[in-house]
Nanobody, 121 residues
Framework: QVQLVESGGGLVQAGGSLRLSCVVS????????MGWYRQAPGKQRELVAD???????NYADSVKGRFTISRDNAKNTVYLQMNSLKSEDTAVYYC???????????????WGQGTQVTVSS
């Protein structure tokens, strides 16, 4: 069974930094895109950043220049380095992976349980 385990969230002051990690555990045949979404109270879940298995990245305009996504394919891990954090970055951050559990499976999405990031002003 494929599981995504996130870590690195917490409380930080505005202007500070955090690094989120997400490890894909269990048996997975292949991983395509990996990414991070977030959901603030009363708002819809939104894409923060994603990265293809070739290393191409995509960022929400609100985080460009402050956040960096990266991945370690050997470790089935995706990271999100968050710098210059603002109060509006406060949200639950979810890891997302598009992959196949076996060679016979279709490509599907997997979600982590989320990690809270709180930025105090």
């Amino acid at each position: 069974q494929v599981q995504l385990v996130e870590s690195g969230g917490g409380l930080v002051q505005a202007g500070g930094s955090l690094r989120l990690s997400c490890v894909v555990s269990g048996s997975i045949f292949s991983i395509n895109a990996m990414g991070w979404y977030r959901q603030a109270p009363g708002k819809q879940r939104e894409l923060v950043a994603d990265i293809t298995n070739g290393g191409s990245t995509n960022y929400a305009d609100s985080v460009k220049g402050r956040f960096t996504i990266s991945r370690d394919n050997a470790k089935n891990t995706v990271y999100l380095q968050m710098n210059s954090l603002k109060s509006e970055d406060t949200a639950v951050y979810y890891c997302y992976v598009a992959g196949r559990a076996t060679s016979r499976d279709y490509l599907r999405g997997y979600w982590g349980q989320g990690t809270q990031v709180t930025v105090s002003s």
